[in-house]
């Protein structure tokens, strides 16, 4: 057999063996963890020949649609308590759930030069919208509301606010301008390259403001026995996936 001939028999078998056992797994990701999550995918395909179909939005949203029949395999919140309650509730397998980020708060501005480093600008009130993810529904939004108590601006501001569904809208109602400001998670905002705020200006919000965003990740009923769905949180303890999710600004 010719040397070339021999590549390409090598290659095809390769490529058909990685596909032996391939399958493609539904997981429900929280919005801040939309912009890693699109690279550990892309890497998590490439390495496992699994294909992952992600929906991004409200860990609360995703609560009540996976009681309702949704098709959710996995399931990565934005705080720990939805995972457990799933559990708990016997939507979720038992013992698949761990943290697999923490998050990190911002109060955020598309202009430079607006939100100074210490968040003084919540006492000055000088703005007419301040954009937050719902707090009964988003993490996000809860530690927000935080933050405005322990500084003690909550009721002057509260007119001002804007509710989003979710941490991606309150991001987007600031970054088009709708709102001046607002509560958004680091991840959104981080320049990958430097570890720091890219565009606009923000105050990386003091964590003892606002309690742990443990984010947790599970295996829901519907992903029960199926390899794709463990193959994925595997892979999210894994050292590549690490360092993906903590170049936008996560913490463990």
């Known amino acids: 057999m010719k040397?070339?001939?021999?590549?390409?028999?090598?290659?095809?078998?390769?490529?058909?063996?990685l596909?032996?056992?391939?399958?493609?797994?539904?997981?429900?990701?929280?919005?801040?963890?939309?912009?890693?999550?699109?690279?550990?995918?892309?890497?998590?395909?490439?390495?496992?020949?699994?294909?992952v179909v992600a929906a991004y939005g409200s860990t609360g949203k995703f609560y009540s649609q996976i009681?309702?029949?949704?098709?959710?395999?996995?399931?990565?919140?934005?705080?720990?308590?939805?995972?457990?309650?799933?559990?708990?509730?016997?939507?979720?397998?038992p013992d698949t759930g761990f943290t697999y980020a923490i998050g990190k708060l911002v109060l955020w501005s598309a202009k430079p030069d607006f939100v100074d480093d210490k968040g003084a600008v919540l006492k000055s009130g000088n703005f007419a919208h301040l954009s937050i993810a719902n707090p009964k529904l988003a993490p996000y939004g809860a530690a927000g509301v935080e933050v405005m108590k322990k500084k003690g601006v909550f009721e002057a501001l509260e007119p001002k606010l804007v509710q989003a569904d979710n941490i991606g809208q309150a991001f987007q109602f600031v970054q088009s301008g709708n709102a001046e400001l607002g509560f958004v998670a680091l991840s959104q905002v981080i320049d990958v390259k430097t570890g720091k705020i890219g565009a606009g200006s923000g105050w990386i919000v003091d964590s003892k403001l606002y309690s742990p965003i443990r984010q947790d990740a599970i295996i829901l009923l519907k992903g029960e026995g199926k390899p794709a769905a463990k193959a994925l949180l595997t892979f999210l303890k894994s050292e590549q996936a690490r360092a993906t999710i903590k170049s936008f600004g996560y913490g463990f």
């Open 3 to 17: 040397p070339f001939v021999q590549l390409s028999l090598a290659l095809t078998l390769a490529t058909a063996a």
């Open 19 to 51: 596909g032996v056992g391939a399958d493609e797994v539904q997981v429900a990701v929280a919005a801040n963890f939309a912009a890693p999550m699109k690279e550990i995918a892309t890497a998590f395909e490439k390495e496992t020949g699994h294909k």
């Open 67 to 93: 009681k309702n029949g949704a098709p959710f395999e996995v399931l990565l919140a934005a705080d720990e308590a939805t995972p457990k309650k799933l559990e708990s509730e016997g939507s979720a397998v």
